[in-house]
């Protein structure tokens, strides 16, 4: 069973809701899930991660998609490069 580590930023601040997801998905280890829940389309982390470490490092796939929220399971893959 992997393990799914859940964050809710809709109550954060939207100025601060990147840095925070980036920081969430940056502490995962191989294998984790982060379980995200937004009140907007998270595609923009998609774009980042795809652009930033490509398309094999990660797993993006939404549970819940709009219109008041999103949920969506990004894993980080054994494959992805730590820095």
Request: one cysteine or more; hydrophobic letters at 30%; glycine letters at 6%.
């Amino acid at each position: 069973m992997k393990e799914i580590v859940p964050l809710d930023v809709r109550p954060v601040e939207p100025k601060d809701r990147f840095e925070r997801i980036m920081g969430a998905y940056e502490r995962l280890g191989a294998d984790q899930t982060l379980e995200l829940t937004v009140d907007h389309d998270p595609k923009c982390m998609y774009y980042t991660l795809r652009a930033t470490r490509g398309d094999d490092a990660f797993g993006f796939e939404y549970l819940e998609d709009g219109p008041e929220r999103w949920r969506v399971h990004v894993t980080k893959r054994s494959t992805s490069v730590e820095e």
